[in-house]
């Protein structure tokens, strides 16, 4: 049955530690897919065919759903069918013979070095948890690490005295981050007094603990990254991604190479990390449109009276 797939589809993602959000995403979202299959007297891999699914998407488009929205569920399929392939419950991918509509390129957000500043000032200092929280902020900023990455380091993986976090990317890649020194004294702080107050009568090699003494999960890392973004009275919501974005732009924004950042970053092309500097390039022109005395664009002149 076409539901029991993607019950499996959707266990995987959680065990992978993906979003809740994203695991939400695609739950309503290929459910949509199966619903209309199922409307069509269609319950099993065998009877997907490419019409049905160019008739949903078809279906999407006169319901007036958005072309990112659309391009989005066509990507979630196409993640969704890979997963088939490599179970061995689907010998062909068919939503990778399906075109998404084409987007304009969207350039990430991101956050002032002052918003960063408001955000690493909201956790309180004299609790377990704040300690914690603070060296969570700290962390996914300096290095840029995914939230999932962020979850999954073991003590072993943190080296403060090289500055360096060891983690495990997307296809079980291997990289190091790094860390500049407002983060290794978050995380020093958080190991001396943090740490031990969440540690739980069961033993634990996981770095980052909630407060029963197990191991933090991405959802709760997001959780109180948007709660701390909130509180900093920042106007855009702020997420663990975003903050992602904003140690890249920085980054770029500092001089820093664009292969050194795609390294960092953990990103397979570069063309992936390129859109990051798309977004300074932008910014730039705008700072010289602002700055440069002959920079604006000229005023037609007015006509005497």
């Known amino acids: 049955m076409l539901t029991d797939h993607l019950a499996r589809y959707l266990a995987a993602l959680e065990r992978e530690n993906a979003s809740p959000y994203t695991v939400k ?29 160019r008739d949903h998407l078809e279906e999407l488009a006169i319901a007036e759903y958005a072309r990112p929205s659309i391009a989005r569920r066509v990507f979630e399929l196409r993640a969704w069918g890979d ?25 990430p957000r991101y956050l002032t070095v002052e918003e960063v500043e408001q955000l690493l000032a909201v956790p309180e200092p004299a609790s377990p948890q704040g300690i914690r929280d603070r060296a969570i902020l700290e962390t996914l900023y ?14 072993r993986d943190v080296s403060l005295t090289a500055g360096e976090l060891h983690v495990i990317g997307k296809g079980d ?20 007094a943090g740490r031990p107050a969440l540690v739980g009568p069961h033993p634990t090699n996981a770095f980052f603990l909630n407060r029963f003494g197990g191991r933090l999960s991405a959802r709760s890392v997001d959780e109180i990254v948007r709660t701390a973004g909130r509180a900093a009275g920042i106007d855009q919501e702020v997420t663990p991604h ?56 000229e005023k037609p002149p007015t006509e005497a009276p």
Do not use: M
């Open 25 to 53: 995403n695609y739950r309503t979202d290929i459910g949509q897919f199966l619903a209309f299959c199922a409307e069509r007297g269609v319950t099993t891999l065998a009877g997907l065919t490419r019409d049905l699914i």
């Open 83 to 107: 997963f088939l392939v490599h179970d061995h419950a689907w010998d062909d991918n068919l939503f990778r013979k399906i075109y998404a509509p084409r987007l304009p390129q969207r350039l």
């Open 142 to 155: 300096a290095s840029g690490v995914r939230v999932s990455e962020l979850v999954g380091l073991d003590l």
């Open 173 to 192: 890649k291997e990289r190091i981050a790094l860390l500049g020194q407002p983060a290794i004294a978050a995380l020093r702080v958080y190991l001396e």
């Open 242 to 297: 975003l903050l992602r974005h904003t140690f890249a732009t920085h980054l770029l924004d500092g001089g820093a190479d664009l292969r050194v950042v795609q390294e960092l970053l953990g990103h397979a092309s570069l063309a992936t990390t390129q859109i990051y500097a798309n977004v300074t390039q932008k910014r730039a022109r705008e700072i010289y449109l602002k700055a440069h005395p002959r920079g604006e664009e």
